[in-house]
């Protein structure tokens, strides 16, 4: 003892201040803290306390985060774009970017590997590879929201697929027609798709090829689709108005797919009034026709349809095929039987695209436009028969496709007012801006 004081006294002037003050210090912690410790026990939102040990909560993620930074960093790893060519597949793309036929194996089994057996011509794939040629990570973007990555692991690949918000907004279009329909829909901002389907929304009450006038006009309300603040497409007519000659129809398009009138009728017919695409009609139903020549009643019992030979002719509503062969007057030939004792009748077909027996769509193609049996030119004739007795196709009276599910009444009300006010209040919005661009223009 004396000779470490000795030696302390030897020290420097600094230096005996400095032990001094550690002592001290030492001393302090080891006198007090014992008892404040035990006190703290109970009570684990105190202070930080001098002398006791704490446990940290430190993040896992960090704790293994950090080397494997390093590890990264210690590797140059080097991105390369594949392009998927014809014929291609994961093992020739990963043969060319001279991984191995393992390395391919167990990336494609990897949780999501499978995505990487249907690659698309010209899709491009992402590869990141290290100093020794090893595949370090993959990026395959499969669509606009849908990514697969795969990385190395220490085991293996492990893969997912990150998958992107679609965010949609709601936009509106508005037109006058001042020469035709599909111009005006088309200079309103809508696309030629968006432009179809708002005919076909209308197209049981409208004839857009013979009844659009100047003055008919529309409102549309419908979605647009964004993926990260980027557009990347239309989504559906959520609601629509037109008007033509006058009448004013509207459309609301319901969570399951239909689209309704404001009282829940559905906007459709249960049959189409023209089951072909036509380019005019080249014989009008007469069902009563009396022959002055042949001295009797010579009846059309259907419509005759000019078109094209080969035009794709539908089912003009859901049913059964009761009849689709062949014989010398009618050609080839289908007959469907539907609800309601309603019969339709398809002649003159170049090829039938049904059998007797099968059961068709609304809309579904049963044959192609021809001239076999007797007929002069391509065109098809047909019938339109309730309860046995021929009506005249042109102006039977449809019956309507089935309106709203009496469950979905109320749920279906709520959303048609609202969306016909955000309709109304767009159209009003419309009508002051052409109202004063159209007294600034002089035609
Ligand atoms: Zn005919």
Redesign the pocket.
């Known amino acids: 003892m004396i000779k470490l004081k000795n030696i302390f006294l030897d020290l420097p002037k600094k230096h005996q201040v400095l032990i001094s003050g550690c002592s001290l210090f030492l001393l302090i912690l080891l006198v007090f803290p014992s008892e404040k410790a035990s006190a703290s026990r109970n009570n684990t939102k105190s202070a930080i306390e001098v002398g006791k040990i704490y446990q940290l909560d430190i993040p896992e993620e960090t704790q293994i985060a950090e080397p494997e930074v390093a590890a990264v960093k210690a590797e140059q790893i080097s991105w390369q774009t594949a392009i998927v060519k014809s014929g291609d597949s994961l093992g020739k793309i990963f043969k060319r970017f001279g991984f191995s036929a393992a390395t391919t194996y167990a990336v494609d089994n990897t949780a999501a590997g499978k995505n990487l057996r249907s690659l698309k011509v010209g899709d491009e794939i992402n590869i990141a590879s290290n100093d020794d040629g090893d595949l370090i990570k993959l990026k395959y973007q499969m669509s606009l929201t849908d990514t697969l990555i795969v990385n190395k692991t220490d085991t293996g690949f492990s893969s997912s697929v990150e998958q992107k918000q679609i965010e949609t907004r709601i936009d509106y279009a508005q037109a006058q027609i001042t020469s035709n329909f599909w111009s005006a829909a088309l200079a309103s901002g809508l696309s030629n798709n968006q432009t179809m389907n708002l005919a076909n929304v209308f197209g049981w009450d409208i004839d857009f090829a013979l009844d659009i006038r100047e003055g008919d006009s529309f409102t549309v309300m419908f979605e647009n689709q964004y993926v990260d603040g980027d557009f990347v497409g239309h989504g559906n007519i959520l609601a629509a108005e037109f008007s033509n000659q006058g009448e004013t129809f509207k459309a609301i398009r319901f969570k399951d797919g239909e689209y309704y009138a404001a009282n829940g009728d559905s906007m459709r017919k249960s049959f189409l009034r023209a089951p072909v695409s036509f380019q005019y009609i080249s014989?009008s139903f007469k069902p009563k026709r009396y022959h002055p020549i042949l001295k009797r009643v010579k009846a059309?019992n259907?419509?005759?349809y000019r078109a094209p030979q080969g035009t794709p002719v539908k089912a003009a509503g859901n049913g059964r095929v009761i009849a689709a062969t062949f014989n010398k007057y009618n050609g080839n030939y289908v007959f469907i039987q539907h609800a309601n004792n309603i019969v339709t009748k398809y002649?003159h077909f170049s090829k039938r695209a049904v059998k007797k027996g099968a059961r068709v769509k609304q809309g579904q193609v049963i044959g192609y436009v021809g001239s076999t049996g007797l007929s002069q030119a391509p065109?098809l004739?047909y019938e339109f028969l309730l309860n046995g007795v021929h009506r005249n196709p042109r102006t039977v009276k449809l019956p309507d496709a089935l309106p709203i599910d009496k469950k979905y009444k109320a749920e279906f009300s709520l959303v048609a007012n609202n969306m016909i006010s955000q309709l109304e209040g767009s159209k009003q919005a419309f009508l002051a801006a052409t109202d004063t661009a159209v007294s600034t223009i002089a035609e």
């Open positions: 014989s059309h259907g419509v005759d002649l065109h004739h």
